[in-house]
């Protein structure tokens, strides 16, 4: 098992309480308006919510120091998107694990079948269906039906196995995109397929909601699929999916002979290369909204094996050396490179962006288990725009795109969401 | 002894059902407490409840509530600390987080008025859209402005130009441990936020005197402080340079240097003089194992430290800082400074010069966003030591007497080897006055280094008695009541004071007396 909560026992021992998860880097810091940078602690306020909280609760458990598991115990550890900005705000200054205690504190608590009901439902869903979402199996090839795409679960071989997603597959409004992104890697002379109705998960909820056995069923069986169709890049639309395949599917083992793409990053390329160019314009104040898997979570997570010596008296040096990730090299650049090509948009930045951005609130199934939560955070994220006058938000997530949009309609704004392909291709 | 369900109701109809708990879970969430537990991380004992108010009226219920049914209250802003949890059974915790707001900043007149949860960083980043900045205490900017300002200490190093937390209170809006609202300084008198010592009562040497009352004499739920001018852009922008965020730019008229001198006397003479001839902005003594950690991590940080450059080249030395008005008054600091330096042999460290440490320490000395990094992250565990307010010569009396006793400990190996004197800060208020602590670092899970850390902590405070080198920082408030007494004797029996400020104002010792002053003799 790749989420054991006694291998972070050294973190959450070593936590300094300092509340430095709450805040987004303080020298990002600009405004006391977007000064939060976790949507769990920001609305539920007490402490237990944030980064450092979760990991004293997760050390109290994995010391026997709470009793009973309690059906509030269980809310507050999923009242949580798992977004990792605790994780990046923490190790600016030091180099603690506070995202992976959060996933094993859940590990911990699932394999002891402690869960919420809802989430049953999803994992029943996974196990039967193979998505998440509750709908038919047979159903999730339907959305590239007309298209004439190569499908490679039927032996047909290609260059490029394009993986929509649960959402963009079943969601009527999102599969438009997902046609839409075939039809763009198409006219972009690429050599694009995809799995049809053998498409399944990538096992991104199962794993950030603690179900490891489920998440590795469907994360080698993916590997599994995509080596034996033996393409050379698996370009996904989900960020959910590419932030599990980049940051957590290397360390089952398995070789990965393909390159792992977010549609942004092979999007940029081919703007790049001049197989797309943008022939209209799309006159608006435009802001992006940077998903956290597609951002600070897509960083390949080195999980720290090594001994602890004393040095300098009680300088305590690992060997060998931890690598640190914080989220700084996620994919930022390749969607704004795409957004500010774009002819006629004006490009404008929101205060929280990057490894510290706010979350949409859509993550870790709390869209579908706590809607309430999911949509005050993404009001936030909404209210965050309009402070920088935007009159668009662009992102290039199903789930944050979702929740953003319902938020907006919620609050009667004005305010349009587009997935980024949505901007493309009203704009080529 | 849990609370009955009807008080916890009455509370729960002051707060709402969504802002009290005492959910085992997050009950455990606020005992951890690494800092300031003996050993370990957690504390021994456990609120009843947390409730989270976020109105004056909400503060006032509970308090009455508190008095009415003999339960004791403790209030948190930001909870760093084991001081932030009460030290008596039974006990409900109030945490401040909902209350914060900025609620005004008067450009014209330099000042802000804010909640209990603003934290430093927060005030900052909207002062200087101002072209205002705010006084940043030691501990960082991840720490509430109100706290330091009314209950805590409040010592930073951008003291040299923005004074003490202390002196920067204006006026404070108190909910007594009775539950009564009192308002002190030009608010008490419906005239405004502007002054802490009136028109209307002023009872800064009753709320906090020196050190403050640490959360033990009911609630400051407003309070002004001071703002200072700002000189460079409204907004700071950051590149990333891994692991830090450091300025995009240098900012104009601003000068930063490590400086150092061939001995502790020709240093305090140098920060004397300095403070005497009113210039520079940020001043603290840094240590080579704090600079050094601000440089490297890990192996990097040990190599560093063995090959023993740093140690050689920053032995006695400083951080100061010169950010001017204008290029006339800029030259005219850097005059004054090379004229200190001729006559003090001060000298400035090739370390500072390098662009990187020059990013870094700009940004480090604007932002105080460093601490976690120099003091939590080498060993885990992490206190402070001496640290009584006085002249520039008493500071550097507490360096001596702190390197001799913390060298006694390094070589036991119990606590981390920082080179022995790890000081920081120095002079404030332009020089009139002077500060210093001496940091450890050591290990709070290895029983060994935990007791030693105590060891050391306690005999620390009897050096300060014998040596009459002041009352130290923490240590008397956070080993917990009665410990006032150790020095109330040196020092014109002040706690007997204590105990009848907290007889009078908390008949019923309703608020939490431990980190504070019991009322009893």
Known sequence: MILELKDYLDDMKRCARCSLCKWPPLAQMKSWRFSNNCPSIARYNFHTYSGGGRMALGLALAEGRLDTITDELLNIVYRCTACGACDSSCKYNAELEVLWPIYSTRAHLAGMGYFLPEHSMIIDSLRKEDNTLMKPKADRGKWAEGLGVKDLSKGEKAEVVYHAGCLYCYDPELSAIARDTVLLLKQAGVDVGIRGSQETCCGSTAFQLGFQGEFIKFAESNIDDWNAAGVARVVTSCACGFGIMKSVYPLLGRQMKFEVLHITQYLDELLKQGKLRFSRSFPARVTYHDPCNLGRKSETYVPWKGTEKKVLGQFILREPEKAVSRGWNGVYEPPRDIIRSVPGIQFVEMERIMEYSWCCGAGSGVKQTMNDLALWTASERIAEAKSVGGEAIVTACAWCEQNLKEAVRQTGGNLMVYDIVELVRQAL | ?521
């Open chain 2, 1 to 521: 002894m849990a609370l009955r369900r009807d008080t916890y109701r009455l509370f729960e109809n002051v707060v709402g059902p969504e802002n009290i708990s005492d959910e085992p879970a997050v009950l455990r969430s606020y005992m951890y407490q690494p800092f300031g537990s003996k050993e370990g991380v957690w504390a021994e004992i456990s609120p009843e409840a947390v409730i989270l108010p976020a109105t004056t009226e909400e503060v006032v219920a509970i308090a009455k509530i508190c008095n009415r049914y003999g339960i004791v209250f403790k209030p948190m802003s930001t909870g760093w600390g084991l001081h932030n949890l009460p030290g008596v059974e039974g006990a409900v915790s109030l945490d401040l987080r909902r209350m914060n707001r900025i609620l005004e900043i008067d450009e014209k007149n330099m000042y802000a008025v804010v909640e209990p949860h603003v934290i430093c960083m927060q005030l900052q980043v909207e002062a200087m859209k101002r072209g205002l900045n705010c006084h940043i205490i030691g501990a960082g900017s991840n720490t509430s402005v109100l706290a330091s300002a009314t209950s805590v200490v409040g010592y930073g190093p951008d003291g040299l130009s923005m004074g003490f937390s202390g002196r920067n209170l204006l006026g404070v809006e108190w909910v007594l441990p009775t539950g009564d609202v009192l308002k002190l300084g030009s608010p008490g008198a419906g005239s405004g936020w502007f002054c802490g010592d009136g028109p209307g009562p002023s009872l800064r040497g009753i709320i906090r005197g020196w050190e403050g009352a640490w959360g033990g004499l009911g609630v400051f739920t407003k309070c002004a402080v001071k703002l200072f001018h700002w000189n460079g852009p409204p907004e700071l922008e950051m590149k990333r340079t891994p692991p830090n965020y450091v300025l995009k730019e240098p900012i104009k008229n601003m000068k930063v240097a490590l400086f150092s001198f061939p001995t502790i006397e020709k240093l305090a003479e140098a920060a004397l003089q300095l403070g005497e001839a009113e210039i520079g902005w940020f001043v603290s003594r840094l240590s080579p194992s704090f600079v050094g950690l601000q440089m490297a991590s890990g192996a990097n940080y040990v190599a560093t430290w063995q090959t023993g450059m740093l140690q050689e080249m920053l032995k006695y030395s400083f951080l100061f800082v010169i950010f001017a008005n204008s290029e006339g008054e800029f030259d005219y600091q850097q005059k004054v400074l090379a004229q200190v330096l001729g006559d003090t042999g001060g000298q400035i460290s090739p370390v500072s010069e390098s662009r990187e440490m020059q990013e870094l320490t700009a940004t480090a000395v604007i932002k105080v966003d460093e601490v976690t990094r120099s003091c939590f992250r080498t060993t885990g565990g992490f206190n402070t030591s001496f640290g009584a307010m006085d002249t520039v010569d008493l500071a550097m009396s507490q360096i001596k007497a702190g390197r001799v006793l913390k060298d006694k400990y390094i070589r036991r190996g119990v606590i981390m080897d920082d080179g022995g004197d790890n000081s920081a800060t120095l002079v404030f208020d332009q020089g009139h006055m002077a500060y210093t602590e001496m940091l450890l670092m050591y290990d709070h899970h290895d029983h060994d280094s935990a007791e030693g850390a105590y060891q050391y902590l306690t005999e620390s405070n009897q050096a300060m008695l014998d040596q009459k080198l002041g009352t130290p920082i923490f240590q008397v408030s956070q080993v917990g009541q009665g410990k006032h007494g150790m020095f109330g004797s040196a020092c014109y029996n002040y706690d007997k004071w204590l105990r009848r400020i907290k007889r009078q104002f908390d008949p019923n010792n309703a608020c939490d007396p431990t980190a504070y002053s019991s009322p009893e003799e």
